[in-house]
Nanobody, 125 residues
Framework: VQLQASGGGLVQPGGSLRLSCAAS????????IGWFRQAPGKEREWVSY????????YYAESVKGRFTISRDNAKNTVYLQMNSLKPEDTAVYYC???????????????????WGQGTQVTVSS
């Protein structure tokens, strides 16, 4: 089982990136997906969540209105579209999958069963 996060890179403030989280050995249809990020010297923080049925997504206040999470179960992939990027968005971004999480506890990291390896996002001029 593997989650592969990709799409990170160096972007100027105000720019956009789209992160992908592709699964192998795992059918994402049955899993809720969370995106987390970790900046140097800081705790890993929750960014966004989408249920297995692609119901209402949830976002951290710091990214609301700028980031959009979506999923394409046919491609076994979840995306995080990031617009209007700011220097404070600089971090390693991780996707995680859970078969036991809900809209009541999606921020709890230990409830996620599988984690991707992370992709670096750097926002700098």
């Amino acid at each position: 089982v593997q989650l592969q996060a990709s799409g990170g890179g160096l972007v100027q403030p105000g720019g956009s990136l789209r992160l992908s989280c592709a699964a192998s050995g795992l059918t994402l249809d049955y899993y809720a997906i969370g995106w987390f990020r970790q900046a140097p010297g800081k705790e890993r923080e929750w960014v966004s969540y989408i249920s297995s049925s692609a119901g209402r997504p949830y976002y951290a206040e710091s990214v609301k209105g700028r980031f959009t999470i979506s999923r394409d179960n046919a491609k076994n992939t979840v995306y995080l579209q990031m617009n209007s990027l700011k220097p404070e968005d600089t971090a390693v971004y991780y996707c995680a999958a859970s078969g036991r999480i809900s809209r009541y506890n999606y921020k709890i990291r230990p409830l996620y069963d599988y984690w991707g390896q992370g992709t670096q996002v750097t926002v700098s001029s």
